[in-house]
C-alpha cells in the first residue's frame, strides 16, 4: 500500500503563490509517478499536472501551464505544486495521486490507484 499526505492549502487572494506537498510513504517505490488534480464544487475531478519519479517528466494541464509547477525531491519522497498567479477559478480541493511506472501524459482519474485526502486552496478576488 502507498499513503498519500496533501498539505500547503489554504485561503489566498487572487494572484499570490501557494506550495502544496505532497507526502508518499508505505510501498512507495522509485517507480512510481505522482500526479495532482483538483476538484472544484460541483464538478468533476480534473488533471493539473503529474511528475514521473526517476525521470522528472512532467506535464501540464492547459489551464495552468505556466503558473503552476510541479516537482519532486527523492530523498523526502515529497512532491511539490508551485501555483503562482492564482486565480478565483483555482480554487478547488487539490489532491495527490500516485501510480506505478506512470507516464506522464495518463491523466484520466482511473488511471491512478492511490489517493491522498486532499487540502483545499480557496481563492478569493
Known amino acids: 500500500q502507498v499513503q498519500l499526505v496533501e498539505s500547503g492549502g489554504g485561503l489566498v487572494q487572487a494572484g499570490v503563490s501557494l506550495r502544496l506537498s505532497c507526502l508518499a510513504s508505505?510501498?512507495?517505490?522509485?517507480?512510481?509517478?505522482v500526479g495532482w488534480f483538483r476538484q472544484a464544487p460541483g464538478k468533476e475531478r480534473e488533471f493539473v499536472a503529474a511528475?514521473?519519479?526517476?525521470?522528472?517528466?512532467?506535464y501540464y494541464a492547459d489551464s495552468v501551464k505556466g503558473r503552476f509547477t510541479i516537482s519532486r525531491d527523492n530523498a523526502k519522497t515529497i512532491v511539490y505544486l508551485q501555483m503562482n498567479s492564482l486565480k478565483p477559478e483555482d480554487t478547488a480541493v487539490y489532491y495527490c495521486?500516485?501510480?506505478?511506472?506512470?507516464?506522464?501524459?495518463?491523466?484520466?482519474?482511473?488511471?491512478?490507484?492511490?489517493w491522498g485526502q486532499g487540502t483545499q486552496v480557496t481563492v478569493s478576488s
Open positions: 495521486a500516485a501510480r506505478n511506472h506512470l507516464k506522464v501524459f495518463q491523466v484520466a482519474v482511473h488511471e491512478y490507484d492511490y
Open positions: 508505505g510501498r512507495f517505490y522509485n517507480t512510481y509517478g
Open positions: 511528475i514521473t519519479w526517476t525521470g522528472g517528466s512532467t
